[in-house]
């Protein structure tokens, strides 16, 4: 009886090494897991900001102003007096939060679009793939841009827009696997089993499909993160009282010339979270072995 | 070739026209009409203004009207603006934006494939990792981070070149276009790498080394064709990056451009401006993403024949 559990142990043990592998070949890369570090305390950051920022959000000090970096504020003060540090920690929750909320609207969009096209093919497929390259050719930032201004600039909307728009690819590589999957013998044998078409792709062709998606989630985040400061730059995005890196920035370049800090170090923020994504996104695609996910 | 070319005429037909009615609807859709101002405006006047931006027909008598007025090239008049038609200020902003996004395009192209190519030859080396380490923090730099770096480098700190304006003052374009292509540069760098390493480990190339051809001409009269396909399909979304680029470029250096004029008008909510001017970028765009598409199917035998095949 005791080998027998041993020997289940082992085959569950076989059965995850993929993973296994893949998280050796990641860890062994130094740019993805200095990325993925990086981005982990960036995270855990915005999420104690309102506990761990050194001044509170409001805190205004107009006989100080302008302030180069110094002791009491590392990273200097705006023309308010409001502690740079605080504002790109508290820019940082909105810009991180637009990045992963927005992202995950389109992963949940596309693989659920694509897998249903993939599964159940035929004369359904074609239509939703097409609707799908019907959209692929629409020019969406300018679509975006024309919604804030219908719509007014609110957080939610912009969610959504940018996660509209981004679900098309997410759709095509989930529909690519499915198709590939919907082929092997273990799906066929959970349909000659009888399970529903919505348990098979849930149990079965889903969590197959991990590897692309992952690695595209990766790269859509910095893409996403990107899209929302290009807008709020503009003054179409995140709208005060609140703040985001883009917004910062804006702000930023109008004084570069007298508070340069005010624009480098919100800069500085975004860059750096971008580069660690992009970093941890190919790492991922080297570990997990995916080709041909990059479009 | 040419049922292919067919195929992605037709299917651009329906985008164009999507975009056209969604963009119409949205934009009537939007809270406020275009002369609820603060100041009171006499009702007859009001209705004589909204009876000459025919705004006192039923909707959908309105899109029909604009459909027809669409067809002959009009694109209205600007409500901001009284007396300018869309037309007008979109052929005033067309030539300097087309410039822009030649001289960024040009960049681009050039920095963009010799450092893609460079670094495919050595991979793995030195000479691959410093290119791509420089085309990462290009693609990581936004043009709105990068433009204000710039102008503080060389406009303020440096004091080489102009800031702001376009064709006033000589070097006035640099900055510009530097802003607007890098991003670009960095991409088809790395599109171009990936694409040679593929065509350098086919059999073609070895052939071709075998006779004994020396190392440029494999390059230059047999990898380039192949190895540069992806660049090429990349033209046509890198062209909407482009446009929406000019967006960003243009606030920044105070560019009177279609960027600087669509901005503009979603600040104004100049609504026939808004119209006019999707209606116009999207065709744009989607004319380019054509143009493109069939470039590299041109050049890519392989995919030609998949669309002689079927579907």
């Given at each position: 009886m005791t080998t027998d559990v041993s020997i289940v142990l082992t085959d569950a043990e076989q059965g995850s090494s993929l993973w296994h592998d893949a998280w050796i070949r990641l860890s062994k890369n130094k740019m993805a897991v200095g990325g993925g570090a990086i981005l982990l305390t960036f995270i855990v950051v915005a999420l104690l900001t309102p506990w761990?920022?050194?001044?509170?959000?409001?805190?205004?000090n107009l006989d100080l102003g302008a302030s180069p970096?110094?002791?009491?504020?590392w990273l200097g003060t705006d023309?308010?007096?409001?502690?740079v540090l605080t504002q790109i920690m508290y820019g940082g929750r909105v810009s991180l939060a637009v990045g992963f909320i927005a992202t995950g609207v389109a992963l949940i969009i596309g693989v659920t679009w694509g897998a249903v096209a993939g599964y159940v093919g035929g004369r359904v497929d074609a239509i939703m793939m097409r609707l799908v390259d019907i959209l692929y050719a629409l020019p969406f930032m300018i679509f975006i841009v024309l919604l804030m201004v219908v719509f007014g600039r609110n957080v939610l909307l912009l969610f959504l827009a940018i996660g509209a728009v981004e679900w098309l690819t997410m759709a095509r590589i989930m529909r690519s696997q499915v198709q590939s999957l919907r082929q092997q013998e273990f799906v066929e044998a959970a349909v000659s089993l009888g399970l529903s078409p919505i348990t098979i792709i849930r149990r079965h062709v889903v969590p197959n499909a991990l590897g692309p998606i992952i690695v595209y989630t990766t790269l859509t985040i910095p893409s996403v993160m990107l899209l929302e400061a290009f807008l709020s730059f503009l003054g179409l995005g995140i709208q005060p009282p609140q703040t985001s890196w883009g917004l910062l920035i804006s702000y930023g370049a109008e004084t570069m010339e007298e508070y340069p800090w005010l624009l480098i170090f919100p800069g500085l923020a975004l860059t750096i979270t971008l580069f660690s994504l992009n970093f941890l996104g190919d790492g991922l695609r080297d570990a997990l072995d995916v080709r041909g996910s990059k479009d | 070739m040419l049922r292919f070319m067919l195929i992605r005429i037709l299917q651009a037909i329906p985008v164009i026209f999507v975009v056209i009615t969604a963009t119409f609807f949205l934009v009537r859709s939007?809270?406020?009409?275009?002369?609820?101002?603060?100041k009171v405006v006499i009702p007859e006047v009001k209705k004589a203004l909204e009876a000459q931006y025919k705004l006192d027909l039923p909707l959908h008598e309105q899109y029909f009207a604009y459909l027809g007025d669409l067809a002959q090239g009009d694109l209205g008049p600007s409500f901001k603006y009284p007396g300018r038609s869309v037309n007008e200020i979109l052929f005033s902003g067309l030539p300097v934006t087309a410039e822009l996004g030649f001289y960024a395009l040009l960049i681009a192209l050039c920095i963009g494939v010799t450092a893609g190519v460079f670094a495919s030859l050595r991979p793995n080396t030195a000479q691959d990792y410093i290119p791509m380490s420089l085309a990462m923090i290009g693609i990581c730099m936004p043009s709105f981070l990068l433009g204000p770096l710039l102008v503080l480098v060389?406009?303020?700190?440096?004091?080489?070149?102009?800031?702001?304006?376009?064709?006033?003052?000589?070097?006035?374009k640099i900055l510009p276009s530097i802003t607007l292509g890098s991003a670009y540069a960095a991409y088809i760098a790395r599109l171009s790498r990936a694409g040679m390493l593929e065509i350098l480990s086919q059999d073609y190339i070895r052939t071709a080394r075998a006779k004994g051809l020396p190392e440029w001409q494999v390059v230059t009269r047999h990898a380039l064709r192949g190895g540069l396909i992806p660049v090429i399909a990349f033209l046509g979304p890198a062209f909407a990056g482009l446009l929406a680029g000019s967006f960003v470029v243009e606030t920044i250096f105070q560019i009177p451009g279609l960027g600087r004029f669509y901005v503009q008008a979603a600040f104004n909510r100049d609504y026939t401006m808004i119209l006019g001017t999707t209606v116009f970028l999207s065709t744009l765009i989607v004319f380019f993403n054509l143009v493109s598409d069939i470039t590299a199917a041109w050049l890519n035998p392989r995919l030609r024949a998949q669309f002689k095949g079927g579907s």
């Open positions: 761990i920022a050194p001044y509170s959000y409001e805190a205004q970096p110094s002791a009491a504020h023309i308010f007096g409001r502690d | 939007a809270p406020g009409g275009p002369f609820d101002q603060e060389f406009g303020i700190y440096l004091d080489w070149l102009p800031i702001t304006g376009w064709g006033d003052i000589p070097g006035d």
